[in-house]
């Protein structure tokens, strides 16, 4: 009965072991794409056209393609993103700026590293619309 109660102690304690290690791993970095800052873009002198950007925020990279047409984004699509998709914080996050035209939004409650890292990335494809 010893061997049962130990051997289960044991497996828990593994499986506590594993866990922590994958919430450390699954965390490392976040603090960077935490200190970002999005910087302001004025809107109104966007050229029209296709632009992509990129953002590098480790498990947080993504890269999106906009859509300028007469002067406001109208469009916003994600190409490539590495970290485990939601798709509902990338719909979020794109229907504020393209409502708003601005980058200066509320982040998505409980998002708020995928969401700045998304920001990154509009703010890096507007950059090559000016």
Same mark, same amino acid.
């Given at each position: 009965?010893?061997?049962? $109660?130990?051997?289960?102690? &044991?497996?828990?304690?593994? &499986? @506590?072991? !594993?866990?922590?290690?994958? #919430? $450390?791993?699954?965390? /490392? ?9 999005v910087?302001? #873009?004025?809107?109104? $002198?966007?050229? +029209?056209? $296709? =632009?992509? @950007?990129? =953002?590098? @925020? =480790? /498990? ?5 393609s &906009?859509? %300028?047409?007469?002067?406001e984004?109208? +469009? !916003?699509?994600?190409?490539? +993103?590495? /970290?485990?998709?939601?798709? #509902?914080?990338?719909? %979020? ?11 200066? %939004?509320?982040?998505?409650? @409980? ?6 890292? =998304?920001?990154?990335?509009?703010? +890096?494809? %507007?950059?090559?619309?000016?």
């Amino acid at each position: 009965m010893k061997k049962i $109660v130990r051997s289960i102690l &044991i497996f828990f304690l593994l &499986i @506590g072991v !594993i866990l922590t290690v994958a #919430i $450390v791993l699954l965390l /490392r970095n976040s603090d960077s794409v935490l200190d970002e800052t999005v910087e302001a #873009i004025d809107f109104t $002198v966007l050229n +029209d056209g $296709v =632009y992509q @950007g990129h =953002y590098d @925020g =480790y /498990r947080w990279s993504n890269t999106v393609s &906009i859509t %300028i047409h007469n002067g406001e984004v109208v +469009d !916003i699509a994600l190409v490539e +993103d590495v /970290r485990f998709t939601d798709d #509902i914080t990338s719909a %979020i996050v794109f229907t504020r700026v393209i409502e708003t035209q601005t980058l200066d %939004i509320d982040v998505v409650s @409980g998002a708020t590293i995928s969401s700045i890292a =998304y920001l990154k990335a509009i703010e +890096d494809a %507007i950059s090559k619309a000016k």
